[in-house]
């Protein structure tokens, strides 16, 4: 069984960083890349950023682009969400999620139901 480990959220105020990391463990079978979406109070799940491979390709929702970025560590079966400038807007529950279940199809990364596993989330809150 595939888990997936977020960590790093926590309270930062305006104008800072944080960087987010999910750790896979179990996984016995390809995987074809790994996403970040995030849910604020009363909101649907939102896409912030993806990266595929091969390739490494890397896609972001226009609200972070220029201000996260999404990198992975083979080596430690990890993907990280590097986020600077935050904004009050940026504070939600934050998730990542894989994709196993073959390449992903074009723009597919944006959706919740392309990826077939989920962590728990971590929260982050920007203080204004």
């Known amino acids: 069984q595939v888990q997936l480990v977020e960590s790093g959220g926590g309270l930062v105020q305006a104008g800072g960083s944080l960087r987010l990391s999910c750790a896979a463990s179990g996984r016995t079978w390809s995987s074809y890349g790994m996403g970040w979406f995030r849910q604020a109070p009363g909101k649907e799940r939102e896409f912030v950023a993806a990266?595929?491979?091969?390739?490494?390709?890397?896609y972001y929702a226009d609200s972070v682009k220029g201000r996260f970025t999404i990198s992975r560590d083979n080596a430690k079966n990890t993907v990280y969400l590097q986020m600077n400038s935050l904004k009050h807007e940026d504070t939600a529950v934050y998730y990542c999620a894989e994709r196993a279940r073959g390449a992903f199809g074009s723009d597919s990364y944006y959706s919740r139901v392309e990826y077939d596993y989920w962590g728990q989330g971590t929260q982050v809150i920007v203080s204004s």
């Open positions: 990266i595929r491979w091969p390739g490494g390709a890397t």
